[in-house]
C-alpha cells in the first residue's frame, strides 16, 4: 500500500459526508416489515380504554367498604336482578348514574363525573398531544440548528471561492425539503412511529451536516496562512 | 470503527429477532456511513440510493444468521461493498493505461493530498470515470488487494494496478485544478 491508500484507509471513518434520503427508509420498512406497525394514536386509544377500565375497576372498588351489610346485600341482589334481565347492559351503572344506583346515592355520583371527563378527553386531545410532539422537536432542534447556523454565518472563511461549501448548503436544503414533504405527510396521514423517528432522522442529519461543515471550515482556514488572508467571505447559510 | 462501539448488542439481538423499531435503529445508525461508501462507489446519488436499499434487504435478510452481534459494522460493511461491486460492475469500462507512467508518477509522490479537506477528497473520488473509481475505493478504503479487485470485478490483476494508478493521477489532478480555480 502507498502512502495515498494509507492514509485513506486511516480517515476513511471521517468520510461518511453522504445521507440518504428518508425514501430509503421508508421504502426498506415497508418491505421488511413483519408486523403490522402501531400509530401513536392507537397506543394513546389502547391507553385511553385502559385508564377507563381502571377508572371503572377503581369506581367499584372503592365504594365497596362504604356499603353497610345491608347495603350489599341490596346491591348482590341488584346486580343478580340486572344481571338477569339485562345482561348486556352490566357497565350501564358507570356510564348512566341515573338508573339503578348501587349504594347510597349522594356517593354514586362523584366517580361517574371522573368517567365522563375521561371519556371527553382522549377524542379531543389526540390530535393536540401529537402536534404538540411535533412542535416540541420542532422547536427544540430549531433552536439548536439556529445557534449552529449563526455561528458559521459569522465565521470568516479565507478562500477566494463562494463556492468552497457549496456541497453542504446543497445538502442542507435538500434535507430541509425532505423534512418539508415529510411534514406535509404528517398532516396528511396523522403521526405514526416511522414518521416520528424520520422527523428526529432528519434533523440529526441537519446537525450533523452543521457540524461537518464547521469542521471542514476551520480545516481550510487553518491551512491558509496569515499572510495569505487577504480574502474573506462568509457563508450565507 | 466508532459505528461498532456505540450501537447496544441488545439493538441488534432485537433486530435479529424482526423488531421493526430496532431494524430502524440499526439502519439508521449505519445508514450515513454505508451511504458514503455506496457514493463513492456508484458516483451518481440514485444508484447509491438502490444499492444502499437492496443491502439493507440482505442485511435484514441474513440478520438472524449473523454470530458475532458485536462484529455487526464490518458484517454490514460487506454486504454493502459487494451490493457495491454487484451493481457497479455492470457499467465498469476499463480504459488503456500506461503503467509505466504510472510507476514514474509513484516514484514522484509526495504528500499533496495532506492538506486538502477530507470532503474535498472525497468529492473529488465521485468526480473519478466509472472503472477506475471502484477499483480506487476498493483498494484504498475497503482494504481490498489486486488480486481480491481482479476476481471481484472480473478482470486481471494488471488491469486493476493499472486502473489504480489512472485513478491516483486524475484524483490529483483534479484536486489540483480546483484548488487553483478556488484560489484564484
Not at chain 1, 209 to 235: C, F, G
Not at chain 2, 57 to 69: A, E, G, M, S, Y
Amino acid at each position: 500500500m502507498d502512502n495515498l491508500s494509507n492514509f485513506l484507509n486511516d480517515h476513511r471513518d471521517e468520510m461518511d459526508f453522504e445521507s440518504p434520503s428518508p425514501e430509503v427508509w421508508q421504502k426498506l420498512h415497508k418491505q421488511t416489515k413483519k408486523t403490522p406497525v402501531v400509530s401513536i394514536k392507537k397506543w394513546l386509544y389502547v391507553a385511553a380504554a385502559c385508564a377507563l377500565f381502571a377508572s371503572g375497576l377503581l369506581y367499584l372498588m372503592q365504594e365497596k367498604p362504604v356499603a353497610t351489610p345491608g347495603a350489599l346485600a341490596e346491591v348482590n341482589s341488584t346486580k343478580k336482578d340486572t344481571a338477569i334481565k339485562t345482561p348486556v347492559e352490566q357497565p350501564v351503572p358507570v356510564t348512566e348514574p341515573t338508573e339503578t344506583p348501587l349504594i347510597a346515592s349522594n356517593k354514586t355520583e362523584q366517580p361517574v363525573k371522573k368517567i365522563k371527563t375521561i371519556k371527553e378527553k382522549p377524542a379531543r386531545t389526540i390530535d393536540n398531544e401529537v402536534q404538540m410532539a411535533v412542535k416540541n422537536i420542532d422547536n427544540n432542534f430549531n433552536k439548536i440548528l439556529n445557534t449552529q447556523l449563526n455561528n458559521i454565518n459569522q465565521t470568516p472563511i479565507y478562500t477566494a471561492s463562494n463556492d468552497l461549501f457549496s456541497g453542504f448548503k446543497k445538502q442542507y436544503r435538500q434535507l430541509e425539503k425532505d423534512e418539508k414533504q415529510l411534514k406535509s405527510d404528517i398532516a396528511s396521514f396523522g403521526m405514526n412511529e416511522q414518521l416520528l423517528q424520520q422527523l428526529i432522522f432528519i434533523n440529526q442529519q441537519k446537525l450533523n451536516l452543521l457540524k461537518d461543515l464547521q469542521i471542514e471550515i476551520s480545516k481550510v482556514n487553518n491551512n491558509t496562512p496569515a499572510q495569505e488572508r487577504t480574502k474573506q467571505h462568509y457563508l450565507k447559510m | 470503527m466508532k459505528a461498532q462501539t456505540d450501537i447496544s448488542i441488545s439493538v441488534i439481538n432485537q433486530a435479529k429477532n424482526g423488531d421493526s423499531v430496532a431494524c430502524g435503529q440499526l439502519y439508521h445508525h449505519f445508514s450515513k456511513s454505508m451511504f458514503s461508501i455506496c457514493m463513492r462507489m456508484a458516483g451518481d446519488r440514485a444508484l447509491a440510493e438502490d444499492i444502499l436499499h437492496d443491502a439493507f434487504i440482505t442485511v435484514f435478510k441474513n440478520l438472524p444468521q449473523l454470530k458475532q452481534p458485536e462484529a455487526v459494522a464490518g458484517w454490514i460493511r460487506r454486504i454493502v461493498v459487494n451490493e457495491c461491486i454487484r451493481q457497479t460492475s455492470k457499467q465498469i469500462k476499463m480504459y488503456e493505461w500506461n503503467s509505466e507512467a504510472a510507476d514514474i508518477e509513484d516514484e514522484k509522490d509526495t504528500d499533496w493530498y495532506k492538506n486538502i479537506s477530507l470532503a474535498r477528497i472525497h468529492e473529488a473520488i465521485k468526480e473519478l470515470p466509472d472503472g477506475c473509481r471502484q477499483v480506487f475505493v476498493l483498494y484504498t478504503m475497503e482494504g481490498l488487494t489486486h488480486k481480491n479487485i481482479s476476481e471481484a470485478i472480473g478482470v486481471s490483476e494488471g488491469t486493476s494496478k493499472s486502473q489504480y494508478h489512472r485513478a491516483k493521477t486524475l484524483l490529483k489532478e483534479n484536486i489540483i485544478n480546483y484548488l487553483k480555480v478556488a484560489n484564484g
